[in-house]
């Protein structure tokens, strides 16, 4: 038996004993998840494959596990696409992205070589390089045997073949692009951009962005895409020295500006974070038929107070919801995409009213539901979340007006994290919220997308009442809440 049929067997034989999962964010099918890979639309359905580790509920040899979707939110697990089983990925089937051409689809993605599968790895021991694999009918998957199809020998000079991953592969008139992030040897990371006209033979075009030497970042998982306009790259960002875990963190980043194609410069006009929160990283975005511009991030990161449940729930880690992306005024908006309205299997709209005192909600509710307002208030102050709660401990999202800042408490998890926002919450005396709740995740977008911010907590069986109160005086414009159910 090869090593994908392995994991198919493992699969069928252990599925019974996976339990708990969420409501309506995807999680593995057992054991692991950890980036969104080939996310895209063929034949009909979404795609969306995953960085998957089955055997347990850590990370290990990287296979791609894949689920299919008419709709994003009503996911169908279907056979592992890819296993760690040829020369060029005995070590892992690193993140990668599909495109569709003549038919067929095609997946991009990172052979990992490590010959001592030392943690944390050696880097003059271990090699990265692109790969191809395709398929006719999206499920089952051919590697191509001369793989690699960048491989450390198209790495200009000044980079290190240990850290070259994640191509995200884009089209453009005709043309193939790749951009993938790479540590240089100065230990900061970069984008590359190659390009090609039939997927096999690449040539290298240029670094369109270079962090910062202060910034300590290596780059993971770059995305690039054209929209309303601007070229958009979207990064994963974490410390390139240990030492500086905390200041760094890992950071979903995105860049606003244009990329000229032939030469390879890429112009920056703004610069911002994607997603605030403590569990949104190496997200992933596709174009769906109506021509829309759809991403979705991993509900975790690796250097973060992200919670993980327990070890015999058997599975660990989930994406986040899947979000339409548009530019405004030089900021990219995301917002929930329209398919989960269809789920909202119950609207409740709540009476305008003074919101001074702590307004409870909700009460006996199952935690998977949706809450939508928009407040009239001045900047004086702040609003609470108070989720999860029973009557000593409880979850906090507040947003204080005034500094800008969105501060998440865990009482169960005595963590207490400050976010400083880049755009005024407040806009023109109103702030719109629409909070997505699920049983162990929380994913905030304040108005109507301009700045978002996901959460991870495990609060099982430690309470469920939900309340929204503000310090100051401050009005109900709109309040509803809608019960989502996907079965
Ligand atoms: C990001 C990442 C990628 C890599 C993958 C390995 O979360 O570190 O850079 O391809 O995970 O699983």
Avoid at 78 to 104: H, P, Q, R, W, Y
Avoid at 159 to 170: G, H, T
């Amino acid at each position: 038996m090869n090593k994908l049929e392995k994991a198919n067997k493992y699969i069928k034989e252990n599925i019974s004993s996976v339990k708990n999962r969420p409501s309506y964010h995807l999680t593995p099918e057992i054991g692991w998840i950890n980036d969104p890979n080939g996310f895209c639309y063929y034949k009909g359905k979404y795609h969306l494959f995953y960085q998957f580790y089955p055997y347990d509920v850590r990370w290990n040899d990287m296979h791609w596990g894949h689920a299919t979707s008419k709709d994003l939110i009503n996911w169908c697990y279907e056979d592992v696409a890819m296993a760690n089983d040829t020369l060029a990925d005995a070590n892992g089937c690193f993140s990668g992205s599909a495109i569709v051409k003549d038919e067929k689809l095609y997946l991009m993605y990172t052979g990992h070589l490590d010959p001592n599968l030392g943690f944390p790895p050696n880097f003059n021991e271990v090699l990265q390089q692109q790969c191809i694999a395709t398929s006719d009918d999206g499920i089952n998957f051919t590697k191509y045997e001369n793989n690699p199809v960048i491989s450390q020998f198209d790495l200009p000079e000044g980079y290190r073949k240990s850290d070259f991953r994640d191509p995200k592969i884009v089209e453009k008139d005709g043309v193939y692009y790749v951009v993938i992030a790479v540590k240089n040897l100065a230990e900061r990371g970069e984008v590359l951009l190659y390009k090609s006209l039939d997927l096999y033979k690449w040539d290298f075009v240029s670094s369109i962005y270079k962090s910062k030497h202060e910034e300590n970042m290596m780059i993971e998982c770059p995305d690039l895409f054209s929209i309303d306009g601007k070229e958009v790259i979207i990064f994963s960002g974490m410390p390139c020295n240990p030492i500086y875990d905390k200041s760094v963190g890992n950071t979903t980043e995105y860049l606003i500006g244009n990329l000229n194609f032939q030469t390879g410069e890429y112009t920056l006009e703004a610069r911002d974070i994607l997603d605030y929160g403590n569990s949104f990283y190496a997200p992933q975005s596709m174009e769906n038929p109506e021509n829309e511009r759809i991403v979705i991030g991993w509900m975790k990161k690796w250097l973060s107070s992200s919670i993980v449940v327990p070890k015999d729930y058997g599975w660990s880690g989930m994406m986040s919801l899947p979000r339409k992306l548009s530019v405004d005024s030089n900021r990219l908006i995301q917002n929930p995409v329209l398919s989960i309205e269809n789920y909202m299997v119950s609207k409740e709209e709540i009476k305008l009213s003074e919101l001074n005192e702590e307004f409870i909600f909700h009460k006996d509710s199952n935690n998977v539901f949706n809450f939508r307002c928009a407040i009239n208030t001045d900047s004086n102050n702040s609003i609470i979340y108070k989720l999860f709660g029973n009557n000593d401990k409880s979850i906090r999202i507040v947003i204080d007006l005034l500094e800008n800042t969105v501060t998440y408490i865990s009482d169960f998890d005595n963590i207490k994290e400050v976010y400083n926002v880049s755009t005024k919450l407040l806009d023109n005396e109103q702030i719109v919220l629409d909070l997505y709740l699920d049983k162990y995740s929380i994913e905030l977008f304040v108005n109507k997308g301009k700045s978002v911010f996901s959460f991870t907590s495990f609060n099982e069986g430690k309470g469920n009442s939900f309340s929204l109160s503000s310090e100051k005086s401050a009005k109900f414009i709109y309040a509803e809440i809608n019960q989502i159910n996907v079965e």
